[in-house]
């Protein structure tokens, strides 16, 4: 035991390190070796300080140190120069109307005016010349309309009108009156024939014309009093009135006058006198 002991406390460092080299290359449990549990039995003193080592490299750099406490109080400031001058504040609301001021002084008149220069009429000439056309095929077309869709006729001073509603004798001078016209009144052959064909081409037989012996019994006269002594057109034994009861007349297609009872109804023809310009 005592050569032993001997052996590991001379070699104890070589054992130490062959030791650690076995539990390194084969991964062996340390307690279940036999030369460890020989050399824990033993006290080992330590050997002879061995030479200074080399001096190391320079070490990382430290980590920052804590924050440190508040430091005093420092010292009240001196007073600071003005500002600058602030912005320009926003406008005002408008103020109220001011009072009327006094009439000024009269002016001093403005000098002469250039002569005028020369139209060129030509141009506008031409231009009139167009309108005038214009005007003139308007004019065509109005009486194109007047005849065909209104069923108007007209003679160089007269507008005749056939109104299309059963009225007595004086239902229709009424019609006409307050349209501004009259019972139509054909005063020579050109207006009766004109009237007659207007009903003709109408298609009736009948209306009413404005000749009547209301005022004084067979003494026919146009409703604007004047008597047939220029023209009439009578038809073959008429006017007959029998019983005293025929105080109108009614123009037949044919253009002839018929005398008839005023209380009838049929259509009949007004008539506007043209204006004068
Ligand atoms: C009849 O005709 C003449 C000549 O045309 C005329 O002077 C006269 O005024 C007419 N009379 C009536 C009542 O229309
Ligand atoms: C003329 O008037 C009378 C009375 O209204 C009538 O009986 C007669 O048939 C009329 N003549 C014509 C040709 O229509």
Redesign the pocket.
Known sequence: MNGLAALCRRHQSVLLVLFLLQIQSLGLDIDSRPTADVCATHTISPGPKGDDGVKGDLGDEGKHGKVGRSGPKGIKGQLGDAGDQGNIGKTGPIGKKGDKGEKGLLGVPGEKGKAGTVCDCGRYRKVVGQLDISVARLKTSMKFVKNVIAGIRETEEKFYYLVQEEKSYRESLTHCRIRGGMLAMPKDAAANTLIADYVAQSGF??VFIGVNDLEREGQYVFTDHTPLQNYSNW?EG?P?DPHGH?DCV?M?SSG?W????CQ?TMYFICEFVKKKK
């Open positions: 037989f009948r038809g008429e007959s025929e009614e037949l002839r018929n005398d008839t009872e009838r």
